[in-house]
């Protein structure tokens, strides 16, 4: 199982950006997918997640600015950023737990880390 993200950027502050992540591989079924951030000097935090049936949890830095969603079909996670603030910096991480045909249990996958920067 792989997961590709992509869309990092240099962003102004108030821009938006949007992340994708796609996951491939052995995959019989997603649980949870989500967002994870970690900016220098700090531990990493989940940022947003959201359940197969869209449960979503956020964050309460980002309510308001930021939407996360899936399509189940694509087995893709999205990140929709508006209003970015400076101190959004960080690298994102996307992840997904996966169910593969080989296992019988989910485990936690991830991306390989975008770079979003907020500056003026």
């Known amino acids: 199982v792989q997961l590709q993200a992509s869309g990092e950027g240099l962003v102004q502050p108030g821009g938006f950006l949007r992340l994708s992540c796609a996951a491939s591989g052995s995959i019989l079924n997603i649980g949870s997918m989500g967002w994870y951030r970690q900016a220098p000097g700090n531990k990493r935090e989940l940022v947003a997640a959201i359940t197969r049936d869209s449960n979503i949890n956020y964050v309460d830095s980002v309510k308001g600015r930021f939407t996360v969603s899936r399509d189940n079909a694509k087995n893709t996670v999205y990140l929709q950023m508006n209003n970015l603030k400076p101190e959004d910096t960080a690298v994102y991480y996307c992840?997904?737990?996966?169910?593969?045909?080989?296992?019988?249990?989910?485990?936690?996958?991830w991306g390989q880390g975008t770079l979003v920067t907020v500056s003026s």
């Open positions: 992840y997904a737990a996966v169910k593969s045909y080989s296992g019988n249990t989910y485990l936690n996958y």
